[in-house]
């Protein structure tokens, strides 16, 4: 009987599956798209149950059955998802309310200001490998504690999502090493253990997950998740990661110097090294194997940039054309978006400012301008902000060797091309850019032994290549310039708007 590998992704708009034979090809695959939930501004939650788990099992169900395969030729599944994540579960598992999303939801700032404060900068770097931030979840674990502290009382763990899928299909509370680092300041990257003295006041251990590297197994599908799933009883299911890494898996980020960029609701990116690396403007975890390292960053917004650009000023496409069209117009555009610029912070930024209170700007607007000005101006400012990440790698002595972009947002040429001409770096292309469900499935292969990492290269090898127009250099050179003086200028204003 064929052997056939399950992986399913927990996205911030969508959940995605897909069943891999054991040589990469993809048999069967679905989606199924839902709402990132904004209660409030600077707020970003699912609903666990239903963003999560529902989907995870009608997933399941559909793919297995598109395969034509049983279930028993399942021979492996991983789970990755949106993280870090922050969900208070009660001792069977089930959420006490929704999931708090990663950085993307910025309520913890006061929270990352104190506890920054009491344990100190050079403490963090040093035992955590990061500076607190909103992608951090450890504040926001306290912002629980003291904001909502009934639920914090009632909460018998803390989880992402990964780890709530793994415990519904096997009954284990675990998370993997890389998605532990990003629970900071309560993960030690010195001892790959959880740091009993950097909890005090936030959480004890015992209401955190058991650690485990991202390709071992977590345990095996129960006899309730089968008949939830259709998988076989008994079916080996790995610890899984976030999905940003398992996404750099997919497309055979996995030696030191290469880099993953994913465009999907954020940029977000992931190169591995050979040893840890510490800058407060960037995030550093355990890679998923256990001997290597990986440096991290993203935009806060980007993806979503040009969702919420498509739904206020495009309503008139047809929804199932939108995106389509619309880069149409900005193609339509010359480069430099005939001298608009945006700032993409519409949800403060991440790196490498770290700044939860930045706010988005359209710049240099007259009445000559059209829509799809603006939408090209949208993909440009994405673009300064991949560049802005790029040259912090650079500042660290981390310059990328090479870089494969992947995610939904490589359909858009404009957007592909723009990142590749502002930054200056080319960008390669797999085979395969189904994402993080496809690393999951090739992560489950390698935790049961039917693959070994090399294999990815088999599974999915190189498609295409962008290369940057060296003649946009000086246009996008002094672009780069407005737009880093744009953020320098408006900084106090946005920051006094808050305090209004």
């Known amino acids: 009987m064929s052997r056939a590998f399950l992986g399913i992704d927990i996205g911030t708009f969508e959940t995605k599956g897909v069943v891999v034979s054991d040589e990469g090809a993809i048999l069967a695959s679905a989606r199924r798209a839902h709402r990132m939930i904004v209660p409030r501004a600077g707020w970003a939650e699912h609903d666990a149950e239903v963003n999560w788990w529902q989907e995870f099992r009608d997933i399941a169900r559909e793919v297995i059955a598109a395969s034509g395969l049983p279930a028993s030729a399942i021979a492996g599944v991983g789970a990755s998802g949106i993280g870090p994540c922050m969900l208070p579960v009660d001792e069977k598992g089930a959420p006490l309310m929704n999931a708090v999303l990663y950085g993307v939801d910025t309520r913890a700032h006061a929270e990352i200001e104190d506890l920054t404060a009491k344990i100190g ?47 519904r299909l096997t009954g284990e509370r675990v998370l993997d090493h890389y998605s532990a680092a990003s629970f900071s300041p309560l993960y030690d990257v010195e001892t790959n253990d959880w740091a009993d ?86 995030w550093y975890a355990p890679w998923l194997f256990e001997g290597r390292h990986a440096i991290m960053s993203g ?6 940039l040009t969702h919420w650009f498509r739904d206020r000023f495009a309503r008139e496409l047809p929804a199932e054309d939108a995106m389509r069209m619309l880069a149409e117009e900005a193609a339509a555009t010359p480069a430099g978006a005939n001298g608009l610029f945006v700032l993409p912070y519409f949800s403060g930024e991440r790196t490498p400012i770290h700044d939860p209170h930045a706010k988005g700007m359209i710049f240099g607007l007259d009445l000559t301008h059209e829509r799809g000005d603006i939408y090209r101006a949208v993909l440009e400012g994405i673009a300064y902000g991949v560049r802005h990440v790029l040259e912090t790698y650079g500042e660290t002595g981390n310059a990328p060797s090479a870089i494969t972009a992947v995610g939904g947002g490589v359909r858009n040429a404009v957007w592909l091309q723009a990142v590749s001409d502002i930054s200056g770096s080319a960008q390669t292309l797999r085979r395969e850019s189904f994402g993080a469900s496809y690393g999951s499935a090739f992560l489950a292969a390698i935790g049961t032994g039917a693959a070994s990492e090399g294999d990815i290269d088999t599974w999915n090898p190189p498609a295409g290549h962008i290369d940057a127009n060296r003649t946009l250099a000086p246009l996008y050179d002094d672009g780069f310039k407005t737009y880093r003086g744009l953020y320098e200028a408006t900084r106090s204003f946005m920051h006094a708007e808050r305090s209004a």
């Open 121 to 167: 900068e050079e403490t963090l770097l040093r035992r955590t490998g990061n500076g607190l931030t909103s992608q951090s979840v450890g504040p926001k674990i306290l912002w629980l504690k003291r904001n909502r502290p009934e639920i914090y009382e009632k909460a018998a763990g803390f989880v992402n999502s990964s780890t709530f899928l793994v415990e």
């Open 197 to 282: 003295d950097l909890m005090d006041g936030i959480v004890e251990r015992e209401r955190l997950p058991r650690l485990l590297w991202s390709s071992d197994i977590a345990g095996h599908v129960t006899k309730w998740a089968a008949e939830e799933t259709g998988l076989a009883e008994g079916t080996p299911v790995i610890a899984g990661t976030i999905d940003a890494a398992a996404e750099a898996l997919s497309v055979g980020v996995s030696r030191p110097g290469e880099m993953m960029l994913m465009y999907g609701s954020t940029i977000f990116i992931i190169m591995v090294t050979d040893k840890p690396s510490q800058d407060a403007r960037l």
């Open 299 to 304: 935009l806060a917004t980007s993806g979503t």
